[in-house]
């Protein structure tokens, strides 16, 4: 009896391992990936992720592999069957994010960023994804985000005045703020007013219930506190939250619970609105997202079994909020940051921006005038330089990954090494193939600091450059400007056109009331979901970005 036991136990742990071994160690080398040389490991158990992942030095990093390896390399993911392709090869990239029914988001992310706003434009594959984007593409439309300007104005107006106050009682000139934690705040509060019509009203303070629910679940969402196993053992077997739910799964519940009473509500409302106004005869005038998207989800232009469930349009005012929000505050926070520590180009922007008159309170601002006021500012073309350098210089999303679906060929323009049958490696330029299943990383930050794209001074932070483009720029791909910023393809950000209104207002309503300076406090960027400040051996205070904020209407010194 023992001996069978024994037997039994030991040809179970055999099979195990045995198991393990071909799809761990056999299946990842049939994948022609394999021939692609491979970065070397810090170890055994150490994958490349932080090399290339960490701002701090990613851009040195990719520039050594470049000179060592080329364009393509293979990098070891999180384990040792997770074996990815990263490319900084233009071609390559424009195919991979071109062929978005071929290469989708890692399972493990769709159902990740699910777990926290609901299957919406940011996590949705294939069919699902093509619908909810074809309802959604209107709203985000050129007439229909113009008429965002005055709403980002008048929080413009409500952001400067709050300054002014804090300045006001701290000593009356200036005072260091944290301009991460103020522009998180103002762009909380334009996406929930552009996005569906709500107040969050926390530039004046950070009560609001549904302001709160947000915070903390996406808050939540990029804590580094939480336990790896616990969050990958979720993943997986999401029942885990359902039968063992712990302190995150209880909190993202209650969160649930206030977004579904509260925005849900706001939901049904609008609904009601817009089918109301449609059955009078007359369309409804309401221009937030969510308006939008509910008229164009009731368009004849949809196909009826096209159409968006209530419960898919709350997942995307979710996303929105959580797309549209830490992306642009960082948008504006690296700015100011880029301005502070160059007072040469801050001077200079603020004598543009001044040529557009701004008058003292929004109130005496008529819709027209607005209008003009926001073309007057968006055409500045000094300002257009360095809002672009800035979103060059730092890209708020680091990175992003695809999984091919199916084996395929990525084309290619640049060289990379492949290694010989005998060992050693060779030069080559052939197109590259990939099994399915295999990641590919796309380095968004490396893409917009390539030295070989945008010469030797590419990391520095030169608005001027974008006068004389070196020619190879063009055939770099990209949704803006030939930048990755806001990534490139059908699955490229929906909001970029959004967040450049919003970012260009907030600046100019900034610049031209206070100057910005560096407190002297070290900063770094660290990649938490997004790319974001923090003060060099204070991290567990938090992303921060302490800046001197001087007012001009008091002081003469800039
Ligand atoms: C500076 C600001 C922003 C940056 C840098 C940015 C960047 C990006 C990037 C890189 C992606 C692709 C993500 C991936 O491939 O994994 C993306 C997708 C997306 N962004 Fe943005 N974004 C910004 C602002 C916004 C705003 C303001 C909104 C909404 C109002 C928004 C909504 C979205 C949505 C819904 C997607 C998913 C699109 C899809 O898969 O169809 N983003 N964004």
Known sequence: MLWEILTTSLAICGGTLAFCYYQFSIVPRRNPLWKVCA?????????????????????KAHEAIAEQYGRSVRVQGVGPWDQRLLTFDPVA?????????????????????????????LSAAGSVHKRQRRVATPAF??????????????RGFRLRDRWRDIITKNSGDKAVLDVCMWASRITFDVIGAAGFDYDFNSIKNDTNE?????????????????????QLLSIYFPIVNVLFPDLAARTVKRCHKVIWRVAGTLVQEKKKKVLDALQGGKPCEDKDLLALMLKSNLSTEIP????????????????????????????????????AKNPEVQDQLREELSTVHCPESFGDLSVDEIDSLYGNVSELPFFDKVIKEALRLVPPVHSSIRVADQDDVIPTSQPYKIQKPGGGAVTVTSPIRVGKGTVVHIPIEAFNLDKSVWGPDAWEFKPDRWDNLPDVVKTQPGLYSNLMTFSAGPRSCIGMRFSII?????????????????????????????????????????????????????????
């Open 39 to 59: 970065l070397p490991r810090p170890s055994l158990f150490h994958s490349n992720m932080k090399l290339i992942l960490d701002p701090s030095f990613s851009c």
């Open 93 to 121: 990239l424009h195919h991979v994010t071109k062929n978005s029914n071929i290469y989708e988001k890692p399972w493990t992310t769709q159902r990740f960023i699910t777990s926290f706003i609901g299957c919406g434009l």
């Open 141 to 154: 439309s050129i007439q229909n985000l113009r008429a965002f300007a005055p709403i980002v104005f008048e």
């Open 210 to 230: 549904l302001f709160c629910a947000y915070r903390e679940m996406f808050e939540l969402s990029i804590s580094q506190n939480q336990n790896v196993m616990r």
């Open 304 to 339: 009826p079994d096209q159409r968006l469930s209530d419960e898919d349009i709350l997942n995307n005012v979710n996303t929105v909020m959580f797309a549209g929000s830490d992306t642009s505050s960082l948008g504006l926070t690296w700015t100011l940051y880029l301005l």
């Open 502 to 558: 919003e970012i260009k207002i907030v600046i100019y309503m900034l610049v031209i009331n206070f100057s910005f300076h560096d407190t002297g406090a070290d900063i770094i960027k660290s990649n938490v979901v997004f790319t974001r400040p923090y003060i060099k051996n204070k991290y567990q205070e938090g992303s921060q970005l302490p800046l001197r904020v001087v007012r001009l209407d008091k002081s003469p010194i800039h």
